[in-house]
């Protein structure tokens, strides 16, 4: 079993930055692919970003390639997003989720992830 909790989430102006943390517990954190998606009210839960087990290979959203970067650190069992020039439309709640490692990775597709953090608010307004 492996519990998920993202801490970082917040207010932050058209343009700004901001980072957010999933911390892993109660099994082996690095054995896992760890995603992130969001949901903004209304609207289905949309595919964010992978990372795999050590860092190496990873993968974006086209609505966040070359504003996002997801990074790891296993030994404090954490992955990293990091938000930079965020719009309005980033304005969502955002999910950390781990997937069993798998050599291609997970599609960035809600069923391929088995655990699920509860979310962070990302809000980007004036």
């Known amino acids: 079993q492996l519990q998920l909790v993202e801490s970082g989430g917040g207010l932050v102006q058209p343009g700004g930055s901001l980072r957010l943390s999933c911390t892993g517990s109660?099994?082996?954190?690095?054995?896992?692919?760890i995603g992130w998606f969001r949901q903004a009210p209304g609207k289905e839960r949309e595919g964010v970003t992978w990372?795999?087990?050590?860092?190496?290979?990873?993968r974006y959203a086209d609505s966040v390639k070359g504003r996002f970067d997801i990074s790891r650190d296993n030994a404090r069992a954490t992955v990293y997003l990091q938000m930079n020039s965020l719009q309005p439309e980033d304005t969502a709640t955002y999910y950390c989720?781990?997937?069993?490692?798998?050599?291609?990775?997970?599609?960035?597709?809600?069923?391929?992830?088995?655990?699920w953090g509860h979310g962070a608010q990302v809000t980007v307004s004036s």
């Open positions: 989720a781990a997937a069993p490692w798998s050599p291609a990775g997970p599609e960035l597709r809600a069923d391929a992830f088995d655990y």
């Open positions: 109660g099994s082996a954190f690095r054995d896992y692919d």
């Open positions: 990372i795999g087990t050590y860092g190496g290979n990873r």
